[in-house]
């Protein structure tokens, strides 16, 4: 039986067990995470994030959900290792981070992280889905992970877990799925979403790449203007900024608070 060093690390709510594996001695991660994640059994995330070499930018993150998949991105997970990068200095506070999404770029001053993200792609506008014999008006757009958005008059009518999973699972999105994210207009500039996560299988305080996909379909369709304000299911506020060039979204960055909150061992 040997030991691993993780730190526990949040952001919007989001919570995540990084790892160090820049020397790649740490080997079955899919079943680590699975272990580690266990909030009865191990120490309890969302997902754990592994720091490891890259050849192009100044290391890659892997990401790793409870359920022991690989996720192709993590908008808060990103956040999160950029400032525990920075912290543990495998980069400078403005860095480049290798993800199977692409390239991400991160600038961390002080617990304030802003990642710009991947473009986003495969938009789909305004198509319904069949849920239970009910008609449910969605878009959908890649964030770097499948994101699909239901405009709501109120949230705390929804239950998420229940039609987050219909939507994840719905056959439109098959093979993959998608997340979930309900989201309800509060101004112009203000919106409030609570997301379901592929992977971790329920609703989570927050979604970097949700909020993301939340603002800037909210962009178009209310005609809003960047930095859009994401107030998450934790209570506390993301801002995404974008671009528009030519029809399409460019420039997209997701900014706010980090915590990396305590480091430990534990017994493998």
């Given at each position: 039986?040997?030991?691993?060093?993780?730190?526990?690390?949040?952001?919007?709510?989001?919570?995540?067990?990084?790892?160090?594996?820049?020397?790649?001695?740490?080997?079955?991660?899919?079943?680590?995470?699975?272990?580690?994640?266990?909030?009865?059994?191990?120490?309890?995330?969302?997902?754990?994030?592994?720091?490891?070499?890259?050849?192009?930018?100044?290391?890659?993150?892997?990401?790793?959900?409870?359920?022991?998949?690989?996720?192709?991105?993590?908008?808060?997970?990103?956040?999160?290792?950029?400032?525990?990068?920075?912290?543990?200095?495998?980069?400078?506070?403005?860095?480049?981070?290798?993800?199977?999404?692409?390239?991400?770029?991160?600038?961390?001053?002080?617990?304030?992280?802003?990642?710009?993200?991947?473009?986003?792609?495969?938009?789909?506008?305004?198509?319904?889905?069949?849920?239970?014999?009910?008609?449910?008006?969605?878009?959908?757009?890649?964030?770097?992970?499948?994101?699909?958005?239901?405009?709501?008059?109120?949230?705390?009518?929804?239950?998420?877990?229940?039609?987050?999973?219909?939507?994840?699972?719905?056959?439109?999105?098959?093979?993959?799925?998608?997340?979930?994210d309900f989201v309800k207009i509060v101004d112009k500039n203000n919106i409030k979403i609570r997301t379901y996560e592929r992977g971790v299988?329920?609703?989570?305080?927050?979604?970097?790449?949700?909020?993301?996909?939340?603002?800037?379909?909210?962009?178009?369709?209310?005609?809003?203007?960047?930095?859009?304000?994401?107030?998450?299911?934790?209570?506390?506020?993301?801002?995404?900024?974008?671009?528009?060039?030519?029809?399409?979204?460019?420039?997209?960055?997701?900014?706010?608070?980090?915590?990396?909150?305590?480091?430990?061992?534990?017994?493998?």
């Amino acid at each position: 039986m040997g030991k691993i060093k993780f730190t526990k690390a949040v952001a919007t709510g989001n919570d995540f067990i990084i790892i160090d594996n820049m020397q790649g001695s740490i080997r079955n991660l899919s079943q680590l995470a699975k272990k580690l994640c266990d909030r009865k059994w191990g120490i309890g995330a969302d997902g754990l994030l592994v720091a490891e070499p890259s050849k192009r930018c100044d290391f890659k993150m892997r990401i790793f959900n409870p359920d022991g998949s690989e996720a192709e991105m993590c908008g808060n997970g990103s956040r999160c290792i950029a400032l525990y990068a920075a912290t543990r200095k495998i980069a400078k506070s403005e860095m480049t981070v290798d993800t199977i999404a692409g390239v991400l770029q991160a600038a961390v001053k002080g617990d304030v992280v802003k990642v710009r993200l991947t473009e986003p792609k495969d938009i789909r506008w305004n198509f319904c889905l069949m849920i239970n014999k009910c008609p449910y008006k969605v878009n959908f757009v890649d964030t770097g992970v499948p994101h699909t958005i239901h405009f709501v008059k109120d949230l705390d009518d929804i239950d998420v877990k229940n039609l987050g999973s219909h939507i994840r699972s719905h056959g439109e999105f098959a093979p993959g799925g998608t997340n979930a994210d309900f989201v309800k207009i509060v101004d112009k500039n203000n919106i409030k979403i609570r997301t379901y996560e592929r992977g971790v299988e329920d609703e989570t305080l927050a979604c970097g790449t949700g909020a993301v996909a939340s603002a800037i379909i909210s962009a178009e369709t209310e005609k809003m203007k960047s930095p859009v304000i994401v107030e998450t299911q934790s209570g506390e506020k993301l801002k995404v900024y974008f671009e528009m060039v030519e029809g399409n979204f460019k420039n997209v960055y997701l900014e706010g608070m980090a915590r990396l909150v305590y480091e430990g061992e534990i017994l493998i």
